[in-house]
């Protein structure tokens, strides 16, 4: 397995002023920011290029410079899957919440065969990197084979691992590790999950893997 290489660790402001400089929404979360408030944007975006700033990482005309390549990227993605590790006390009901202790990755399928990461946390602490896709499918399978392996010991019990593979237009799926099964929900746009009609949960993700990581065209 190959690690990601020059890994970035932007904060949730300094994501936001990125994404504002290029006029595009960013497409993972950002769990300190209220997205849904004009003004709570505007002041996150200039806390984020007076910290950029101050670490070096505009250009003289204050821009984002090739240092915030990966963060760039990822604005040019497509959205392909989500992974969450919570608590297992979280809801069945619902996606887990950051407040409750959840750790974010969430993957973007690019051009060119690669995928960013985006591994995020509750203070609003990112990470990001570069993988090639089928890397990233390979990091997807092997994070469910040792999710589904803790869940049945005693030291892992405490902890669930759901993958969520947004969709457009309708229903997302979300495959959720518990208690050493994998079981298939359909997300809805509340984040609602409901039980899903999939026979094969197993033989389901490897198809979800395939089909969601396609790099955009």
Known sequence: MTTANNILQLSDDEIVAVAVSARAAWP???????????????????RGMRSLAIRGMLTESSTPSALLDPARAALRGR?????????????????????????VCSFFALVGGVAVIDVADAAGVHALGVLPVAEVRELIRD??????????SEA????AWCL??????SSSVAMIVQSGDITAYEVGGDGQLAPSAVDDPGRTLDAILTDALVPAS
């Open 28 to 46: 993972g979360l950002l769990p300190t920011v209220d997205t849904d408030s004009t003004q709570v944007l505007t002041a996150s975006a200039l």
């Open 79 to 103: 959205k392909a899957v989500v992974t969450y590790l919570a608590p297992a006390s979280s809801s069945a009901s619902s996606l887990p919440d950051l407040a409750d202790g959840a750790a």
């Open 143 to 152: 994070s469910v084979q040792q999710a589904v392996a803790a869940s049945r």
């Open 156 to 159: 892992g019990a405490g902890f």
């Open 164 to 169: 969520v593979v947004p969709a457009v237009g």
